[in-house]
């Protein structure tokens, strides 16, 4: 099978893009700059440049892609969610999303699945519920960001085109999201944050690859997909599971008020978890290699303390 990436160059797209690589498929990768991005893919992945704001019909002729992944977006924790920041944030995936959507209903695009991402971010703060596919958007900025992106890529209207949107929760590997956790607990200061009972839907990076490469074979999935593993787990769980593997105490919360005060309204993202299971796909067969967190760390971080 072809397989277009847009947004392939972060840990994830990387990550991916190795993996089907090496299982026979062949890659290609949307960038805005192919020189910047040369260096950060596989040395056998094709590159098309695009401006994300010209029609994709005017840059390549994609019909020869069997599948198509967006993962463009401006990041969300790279700085305070000032308004500017927060509609960068919207519009970064809602205008990515739609000229592939357009692409694919005017024929200029012609895949069995478009695999969009989005985040349990969608289903906003939960408390202890378990999450599954079915349940619906949160109130929240983060909620309503994923709504809308999810709402734009289901304006497909190619019948031969099926659509999944992929919640991810968070996810863990050797680099990514672990690489600043880890952190305090190499200066022996790591600890939960906030008061540590929220939830925190992980996935581990290779389970995470395995469930788009089960997703691409498996036609019977579309709609929604939560991204996470089977047992996610609270704040406080999370940072002691850590620094056991890590060979580190866990003791030291970082008060809500100072995540408050340091990240302003991002913060919310690290104070108020989501319960999230991964119901629809575990129904249809996918099986984890790593469904308990502390095999994912022990794998991650290769059973080594930090220093």
Known sequence: MNVL????????????????????????????????????????????????????????????????INFAGESIGNRRWSNLVKQEILNSRINTTRSIVNAINDGTMNPKVLINASAVGYYGPRQDDKIAESEGPGQDFLAEVCKKWEDEAYKVQNEFTRVVTIRIGVVLGSQGALTRMVIPFKYYIGGPLGKGNQWLPWIYIQDLIRMFRFIIEHDEVTGPVNGTAPEPVRMKGFSKILGEVLKRPSWFPVPEFVLKIALGQMSEMLLHGQRAIPQKISDIGFEFEFPDLKSALEDALGNRNVV
């Open 5 to 68: 990436i847009i947004g392939g160059t972060g840990f994830l797209g990387r990550n991916l893009t190795k993996e089907l690589m090496s299982s026979g498929y062949k890659v290609s990768v949307i960038t805005r700059n192919r020189q910047f991005t040369a260096d950060k893919v596989e040395s056998n992945v094709d590159l098309i440049e695009w401006d994300n704001i010209s029609p994709l019909s005017s840059i390549y002729d994609f019909k020869e892609f069997d599948v198509v």
